[in-house]
């Protein structure tokens, strides 16, 4: 019996960069950096509907949160990361 694994390539970090380039509304001190708004609802697509609960999207948001300060998310980090990173 053969068994097929299916791998994943790790994204071009430079490809991976511009995209987030795209979402990140917030730079401080020269760093972009995406709020949970920008990541959860611009960048997942998800929670748009004016009548959304803000407080799923800071949850949601918070599974991203690498500095845990529920302000920004460092994604190009997140984004860039290996997927054994990412799940740590």
Do not use: C, W
């Not at 401080?28 to 990541?39: A, I, L, N, Q, S």
């Not at 929670?47 to 959304?52: F, G, H, I, L, T």
Request: hydrophobic share 30%; glycine share 6%; aromatic share 10%.
């Amino acid at each position: 019996m053969v068994v097929k694994v299916q791998t994943t390539k790790q994204g071009n970090p430079h490809e991976l960069r511009n995209i987030f380039l795209q979402y990140a509304s917030t730079e401080v001190d020269g760093e972009r950096y995406m709020t949970p708004e920008d990541f959860v609802q611009r960048y997942l697509g998800l929670y748009n509907d004016p009548n959304s609960n803000p407080k799923i999207v800071q949850l949601l948001a918070g599974v991203a949160d690498q500095t845990k300060d529920g302000t920004k998310l460092e994604a190009s980090r997140y984004l860039t990361s290996n997927y054994t990173t990412s799940l740590q």
